[in-house]
Structure formats: structure tokens, C-alpha cells
């Protein structure tokens, strides 16, 4: 069985830059496309960043463009994601996501594509 298991959130100040990791435990049998989440209190999931497989396709909301950035070791058992220039807006519970795929270069930005969570980081960015 799969998991997933992110670290890395915590307090940071605006402006300041976290580093979150997402680590899958257990085999995965075919290749897979990652993925990061995140919900605000009150708020429904929304998309911050995929990558494929191969990870050289990467795709973001258009509010973290610019200031995120996700990656993925070679050995395809974690994702990463760098966050710089935080916002108060980005206060959020992250998750990441994985899925299997047939194709090295894509990536799949909706929740209800991907099977698999973790059970979230705590990300607050205060003032």
C-alpha cells in the first residue's frame, strides 16, 4: 500500500520561504504524477502545483507562479515543493497527492484525478 507522508510546514513570516517534502513509502508499480494541495479554513481544496513523471513538465496556480517551485528526486520517491516570498494568503493546510499515469509528461491538476493523499502540513504565514 502507498503513502505519503509531507513535513517541512510550520510558522514563517511574510515574505519569508518554507521547503516542504512529500515522501512515498511503500511500492508503486507504475509511474505516477505528483501533486500539492492546500485548504484554507473555510475554504474548499484548491490546486497550488503538479509535476510529471518524468518532472520535466510542471504546472501552478497563478497566484504561487513565480514564488513556488515543485520538484521531484530522480528516484521518484519524493516531491518537493520550495515556497518563496510567502503571503498571508498562503496560510493553508498543504497536501500532496500522487497517481499513476501511462505518460512520463503529464500532470493532472484536479483534485478528483488523484487517488492518493497525504494527510497534510500546517503552513501559517503570519504578519
Known amino acids: 500500500q502507498v503513502r505519503l507522508a509531507e513535513s517541512g510546514g510550520g510558522l514563517v513570516q511574510a515574505g519569508g520561504s518554507l521547503r516542504l517534502s512529500c515522501v512515498i513509502s511503500g511500492r508503486f508499480e507504475s509511474k505516477h504524477a505528483m501533486g500539492w494541495f492546500r485548504q484554507a479554513p473555510g475554504k474548499e481544496r484548491e490546486f497550488v502545483a503538479a509535476?510529471?513523471?518524468?518532472?520535466?513538465?510542471?504546472y501552478y496556480e497563478d497566484s504561487v507562479k513565480g514564488r513556488f517551485t515543485i520538484s521531484r528526486d530522480s528516484a521518484k520517491t519524493a516531491a518537493y515543493l520550495q515556497m518563496n516570498s510567502l503571503k498571508l494568503e498562503d496560510t493553508a493546510v498543504y497536501s500532496c497527492?500522487?497517481?499513476?499515469?501511462?505518460?512520463?509528461?503529464?500532470?493532472?491538476?484536479?483534485?478528483?484525478?488523484?487517488?492518493?493523499w497525504g494527510q497534510g502540513t500546517q503552513v501559517t504565514v503570519s504578519s
Open positions: 497527492a500522487v497517481r499513476p499515469t501511462n505518460a512520463g509528461t503529464t500532470y493532472f491538476i484536479r483534485p478528483g484525478e488523484y487517488g492518493t
Open positions: 509535476i510529471s513523471w518524468s518532472g520535466t513538465r510542471t
